[in-house]
């Protein structure tokens, strides 16, 4: 949850076509978002991603299911020493 990854460790072929199935759908349907952090300090900060449903176009988009996996913190770069 950390890293807002995901494991799969199928015991079967069939659990193999299972976590494929599920693996294929969530590609389908992935964006990345970037961003530079603004601080230089070298040290761990938290990370809210949000999605706002009102800017959804359609009502039925708005009613479908949506999920935000992403990582809770991002370590900053250090600073450059001089």
Do not use: N
Not at 29 to 48: C, K, M, Q, T, W
């Amino acid at each position: 949850e950390a890293t807002g990854g995901r494991a799969y460790f199928p015991a079967s072929a069939k659990a193999f076509d299972k976590a494929y199935g599920e693996i294929a759908r969530l590609i389908r349907h992935e964006y990345s978002l970037a961003f530079a952090p603004p601080i230089r300090d070298g040290l761990v900060h938290a990370i809210e991603v949000r999605m706002d449903a009102l800017k959804i176009p359609t009502a039925t988009a708005r009613a479908s299911s949506y999920r935000l996996d992403h990582r809770r913190a991002y370590l900053a770069p250090a600073a450059a020493k001089r």
